[in-house]
DNA sequence: CCAATGTCAGCATAACTGACATCA
DNA sequence: CTGATGTCAGTTGTGCTGACATTG
């Protein structure tokens, strides 16, 4: 279709396609009130638990933003933050029993929707869009960030 | 690298690689302060001018959220809204000179970026990758309904 | 002392809904 | 009258920097 345009505008509108379809089916399935950067967090959280500045690092933003994040979820009763009994200042995000079905959930959504995408585009197409972006694509100009 | 990831976060780290050097490259060399969103609305302008509504429309977001980007675009003197010679409701907005450079900037940055990949990933991955993602996916929703 | 972590306050940005006047 | 358009007000979400106490 839309040929044309830019690369940049069509990997944006590819992950708009998966997430809107999946905050859709988890909010109204399953009664929660997750947001799209909320979504982001939940994918890399663990049963065994996660210190938020590791999710921080992992999703690319700042300790206080992830702070807020979570504090979304707590509310929601997806997860709960208890002590890290291996060192006294950090804080382990753990699902909730809630949460994990939840993180199943969104597990399931995405296999049928990439399923899905198969059906439309075929599978070859998925499976070299997922190869090429699968790939490591280094950095893309920038004087290595600053951040952290 | 990440091949257990999920479809979605690869699609926006993807749309991030190049969203990034974008506005680097933008701010940096041309001295304005575009933000994400604001450069996602420069793609579609057009030197014969486009409505408000007809941007909103195209990229995606409200009437509304589309004129405080106008709005922010016109104070940095990139874009200027004029009434609609042919409609007395409508307003266009039109890049000016100052734009017109903006907008040939991010296309010289843009074929630069994509050229980048290719030298990182080949051309063949490139290409594919671009194959993928202007297929048209249809719609995401509706994923097999519960009943419901 | 130094570095990492979580927390809190303040700020900027983005996008939404609702409402409304105007005009085709 | 109906519907599209731009505008304004209010609200929510997101993420940033700066600052700070706690802890390793």
Redesign the pocket.
Same mark, same amino acid.
């Given at each position: 279709m839309d040929e044309d345009q830019n690369l940049a505008r069509l990997l944006l509108d590819g992950f708009r396609w998966f997430d809107e379809a999946l905050l859709a089916a988890l909010n109204e399935r399953h009664d929660t009130?997750i947001?799209?950067?909320?979504s982001?967090l939940f994918a890399d959280l663990s049963q065994h638990g996660v210190?938020?500045?590791? @999710?921080? !690092?992992s999703?690319? *933003?700042? !300790?206080?933003? *992830?702070?807020? @994040?979570?504090?979304?979820l707590e509310q929601q009763g997806l997860v709960k933050?208890t002590p890290?009994p291996?060192?006294? !200042?950090?804080?382990?995000?753990v699902p909730t029993k809630r949460g994990v079905e939840s993180m199943q959930l969104a597990k399931e959504v995405f296999v049928g929707l990439e399923a899905e995408l198969r059906s439309r585009i075929g599978d070859m197409s998925v499976d070299r869009l997922r190869a090429a972006l699968a790939e490591d694509w280094g950095e893309s100009r920038r004087s290595s960030d600053p951040?952290?």
């Open positions: 009130r947001t799209s950067s909320q982001l210190r938020q500045a590791d @999710l921080a !690092r999703i690319g *933003v700042s !300790r206080q933003a *992830v702070y807020e @994040l979570v504090r979304g933050v890290d291996t060192s006294g !200042r950090s804080k382990l995000v951040a952290s």
